[in-house]
């Protein structure tokens, strides 16, 4: 296997799927320890509100049934994004620079003329 390139893709394809089915199985279970620790009210209830109903230190059977009867939290919408104006043009009585591509070309002695040589 370890000479065959897609075997072992295989294999660790498969060990990641058993993987994954071994976290939903044991995320189940959990779901069903809580609802059985809660009361039947708590099924209606989601992953998320049952993990931090259980992290209170005493949860009443009042507290579930007012959690099961309220409504989910509603997703806020997508904001809209504005689209940026980009760069401003700069006035004209500003004098830009650009770089040449000629100095880059010239020999190292040719680029430090004027410059002091030790």
Do not use: C, F
Request: cysteine-free; glycine content about 4%; charged content about 35%.
């Amino acid at each position: 296997m370890r000479n065959n390139p897609q075997a072992r893709i295989a294999y660790l394809e498969r060990e990641l799927e058993w993987a994954n089915l071994k976290i939903k199985v044991l995320e189940e279970r959990l779901r069903q320890r809580r609802i059985q620790m809660l009361g039947p009210r708590a099924r209606t209830l989601t992953d998320l509100q049952l993990e931090l109903l259980e992290e209170e230190p005493s949860v009443s059977a009042q507290e579930v049934e007012a959690e099961a009867q309220s409504e989910p939290p509603a997703a806020k919408p997508a904001r809209e994004r504005k689209r940026h104006p980009g760069r401003r043009q700069l006035p004209e009585n500003l004098r830009g620079w650009k770089r040449s591509s000629v100095a880059r070309s010239m020999p190292s002695t040719a680029r430090r003329a004027g410059t002091k040589q030790r």
